[in-house]
């Protein structure tokens, strides 16, 4: 470390151990994605996105080592097979894309409010950059091909008022308010995103072995089902239209194109984003119910995450992150 360097705080430490482990496996699923992919617009993204990450981790440990910081194991050639048969379609790798991006913008946008380290914040700033034109780019390439879903549509405000009843509280009893835009929006996006779930399980079952882990690829796959069909609900009792899941696309392969330690801890991942993404839905819910609904959802995703990890220490592939020290009373 350099005579003028500040050391590390542990937000710092502990977002980047973390970003490491991230951009290393979405390293894996994009060199497997850009040898598989035949559109060439979604060929061109994907090699945006896989270069990006490149230079997200050489920038990483280029941090890492000008700290002393030993760098993180992470995911490395070993755990991806490049020439594996073509497990995904390419709308899924599409989709995939859209799905990176909002992983990223969410997490970086999380870490970077408690950075101070300027060469730190800098790499977080550009990763919110990259996650935003993913996105973007993403979206448009999307909506050209007719694969976005939008959400459902309600009618516009005719004027300003103001809530003069509790009801607007209400989910359970009594007078039932109609459901507000905001809450849709927690929905709809959940919704979402357990579809993309779900079949990034379907995948998994189909290339692992009978099993402890296989088995916990169903489970997974079961809990994103259930999901969806609660969410839709809540959108039926409120005679709204359920948007089309996005028809994300699994061929017939039996080959696995990833080792069973990057898809487990996958799972892991996905877990962390869908409690994240029920808290925020929950944070923006007014009507009791809904807010019922979305903690329900993520107290089961808590659990299975809790044994999701315990299945990843049980096979040595959980990676120690950076912790404080160990005091004596």
């Known amino acids: 470390m350099g005579q003028n360097q500040i050391d590390m705080t542990a937000t710092e430490m502990g977002f980047l151990w973390s970003t490491y482990q ?46 002393d910081f030993p760098v993180p194991a992470g995911f490395t050639e070993s755990d991806v097979n490049p020439n594996a048969a073509r497990l995904y379609t390419d709308p899924f790798i599409l989709y995939f894309q859209w799905f990176i991006g909002k992983g990223n913008m969410d997490y970086s946008s999380l870490a970077i409010n408690t950075i101070a380290r300027d060469d730190i914040f800098s790499f977080y700033e550009n990763l919110v950059t990259q996650a935003t034109k993913l996105l973007n780019d993403s979206r448009k390439l999307l909506l050209s091909k007719g694969l976005w879903v939008r959400a459902p549509y309600i009618p516009m405000p005719q004027s300003v008022s103001y809530v003069k009843k509790e009801n607007l509280l209400n989910g359970w009893i009594g007078e039932k308010r109609p459901i507000a835009g905001i809450e849709i929006a927690g929905i709809f996006y959940n919704l979402v995103t357990n579809t993309l779930g779900q079949a990034l399980m379907t995948s998994f079952i189909q290339v692992s072995k009978k099993g402890e882990i296989h088995n916990k690829f169903v489970r997974g796959k079961e809990i994103a089902t259930k999901h969806v069909e609660v969410l839709a609900t809540a959108l039926k009792q409120e005679n709204l239209p359920v948007p089309n899941t996005w028809n994300t696309g699994i061929t017939a392969s039996t080959e696995p194109p990833f080792s069973e330690k ?22 923006l819910s007014i009507k009791r119910d809904i807010g019922l609904d979305f903690t329900r959802l993520a107290a089961e995703v808590a659990d299975f995450a809790q044994d999701s990890t315990e299945l990843l220490i049980k096979k040595g592939w959980m990676e120690t992150p950076p912790l404080a020290p160990k005091r004596s009373n």
């Open 262 to 283: 990057l898809m487990l801890n996958m799972v892991s991942f996905l877990n962390a984003q869908g409690l994240a993404n029920y808290g925020s839905a929950l944070s």
């Open 22 to 67: 991230a951009e290393t496996l979405n390293h894996c699923l994009l060199t497997y994605f850009d040898r598989i992919v035949e559109d060439p617009e979604i060929k061109e993204l994907n090699k945006s996105s896989l270069d990006s990450c490149e230079k997200n981790i050489a920038w990483m440990k280029e941090i890492f080592e000008g700290d």
